[in-house]
């Protein structure tokens, strides 16, 4: 089963840095941010696993901090980074 | 396999370093910064360092980013320009000098290897110590023993630090306010589940500090995020509370910390030098202090670093 | 025994739906394809992966905080979906038509 665990966990990351080309690619503001939720998801998948894998609680824990805050990023991204009116920041 | 994986973390979290640093464009430096907070908590928990991860989660992929993204809003305001580099983009290592800082780079990278190579492997260091004296400290967690009462002055100068972050952003004079727009029922709802449950973890994570990995610093971030996503969803603070209870709130932590060291001081001839029989319940006073303020600091930034934060016009 | 091929099947079909996830996220043409992605196929995976932990697991305790944590993820996933779905399409993105 740990050996399963680790494999999980290395196809996990692999994931990750999978997800990196799209936030490094965009296009747009909104694909850069959605690439680094699905950063937060998949960590957050990695980390219960690695407190399921070394017998740590304390890593469900900042499993739990991550999910929530990663919710907090998205929002100021759309209330702040990235106004309604086009700015000429989007012209790249 | 644990091998493969950790060379994996640790190039991509170098590589994704290297891309956020030499981003020009901002937004996308921000977000790999939090890409990189994300990888850099796996890392801490790689290294058996619970608590750190705790935190990096908490204020290097979590806070940090709200942080950096109100930041370039309010660039944008001002620059009306693009969010790039204003100097022509040649590549870096054209520039005067970069050889240079590559030879030191370099330098000291090797000088580092060196040190590594030569440390000794399995030293106890401080932890035995540690481990000996827990049951004086009121705490039962080995870490916050020494950072709220082994080195306590360490975390009161922290909490300092933070509070004189704050007083330099604001007094580089007042920033462009933010204009409430249009909510809609989603936002609403979101943050009218959300900021009650992260009060609530806040909470846990304090209280959780004394026997796990948890503390102040963490639950202060946590309460920033949730008075973030507050400010997000359109909430201000009533006006009758924007002046001096909101600075108390700021200076409570610290305030309180520094009186308790002057106490103990006078009391046990130490700074910070707590009674042994009381311990327990004097860190955990200190702590929720801290935390409050800590919280309130980081949203203070948030806004912008106003003594006077936004507030509803009465 | 029986246990453990389960909880190896879930977590199994986790990685795939994180797979999907990855292969969406990469290959779908605008905004608005891209946040299937993020709403559904790596939620679902995420939950799969903790239905898998919490069996192993073998503790309510564990199972009920990891069941928590999946439905934060869920609301936080779905709100942030609909607010940058909304902000595309204000902003004048236009959806990808075939």
Known sequence: ?92 | MPLLFDSLLGLGGIWLAWQALSSDNLFRAIVLFVAFGLMLALVWVRLAAPDIALAEAAIGAGVTGALLLAALARLDVVVHEEATNPEPSQPSWHRPGSGFVALLTAGLFIALVYTLYHLPVDTPGLRRDVIAQLDNSGVRHPVTAVLLNFRGYDTLLEILVLLLALLGVGSLGKCHRQAVTATGPVLDALSRLLAPVLVLVAAYLLWLGASAPGGAFQAGAVLAAGGILLLLSGWRLPARFARWPWRLLLALGPVLFLVLALITLWLEGKLLQYPPAQAGGWILLIEASASLSIGAILVALFMGGDAEPEHKDE | MLTDYLALLLLISGGFFFLAGTVGLLRFPDVYTRLHALTKADNVGLGFVMAGLAIQSGSWLVAGKLFLIWLLVLLAGASVAHLIARRALQRGITPWQR
């Open chain 1, 1 to 92: 089963m740990e050996l399963f665990y680790w494999s999980l966990l290395v196809f996990l990351l692999l994931n990750l840095i999978a997800g990196l080309w799209r936030i490094m690619r965009g296009p747009s503001g909104a694909d850069r941010m959605l690439a680094a939720q699905l950063f937060g998801t998949t960590t957050v998948a990695m980390l219960v696993v690695m407190a399921q894998l070394q017998a740590q609680t304390s890593l469900r824990n900042v499993a739990l901090i991550i999910a929530l805050l990663a919710a907090v990023t998205a929002v100021a991204f759309v209330r702040r980074a990235w106004p309604e009116k086009e700015t000429s920041r989007d012209a790249d």
